[in-house]
Structure formats: structure tokens, C-alpha cells
């Protein structure tokens, strides 16, 4: 495994930081745990296990989304610094 996915999945964490919960964020948060929990309520023991295996999944992949999000993040940051580096002999002080 390559150093950013290391860092990407937590082997070599930056931080342990989540989103700031602020207004938008928590309300967000709030109409997807409502919205769960109804479902929940309309479903018997076999649906809610389905529906319980499929949020682990969902979870296993947002996961894996993450960590490419934070490699290409991190590569499309670099090559930006590479791209005003190269100029910098350019510039006049």
C-alpha cells in the first residue's frame, strides 16, 4: 500500500478529524437519521437485516471513495505546487 492510501485509511492519520458540525451539517445529519428510523419501523426482522448489511456496505465503499478523494486531492495539490515552482524563476521580486 502506498504512503496516501496509508495515510488515507488511517494507518499514518494527519488528524481524526470529521466534519464540522455546524448548522447545515447537523441538519442534514438529522433528516437522514429521521428518515432511517421510519423506514426501520415499516420493515420486519428480514428487511431490517437486508437494510442493515446495505448500510455496512454503503459504509465499506464511502469509505474507499474517501481515500481516493484524499489521493487525488493530495497528487492535484502537488501538482499545483510543481506548476508555480516551475515559475518561480519568472517572477520579479
Do not use: H, W
Amino acid at each position: 500500500m502506498n504512503i496516501l492510501k496509508k495515510i488515507a485509511v488511517g494507518y499514518l492519520s494527519p488528524s481524526e478529524q470529521t466534519a464540522k458540525p455546524d448548522a447545515e451539517y447537523k441538519k442534514a445529519a438529522s433528516v437522514m437519521s429521521d428518515c432511517r428510523d421510519k423506514l426501520i419501523d415499516t420493515l420486519n426482522d428480514d428487511q431490517k437485516d437486508l437494510f442493515e448489511q446495505f448500510l455496512n456496505a454503503q459504509l465499506g465503499v464511502g469509505v474507499l471513495d474517501e481515500a481516493e478523494y484524499f489521493v487525488f486531492g493530495y497528487r492535484l495539490a502537488t501538482l499545483m505546487m510543481i506548476d508555480v515552482m516551475s515559475g518561480v524563476d519568472e517572477m520579479v521580486f
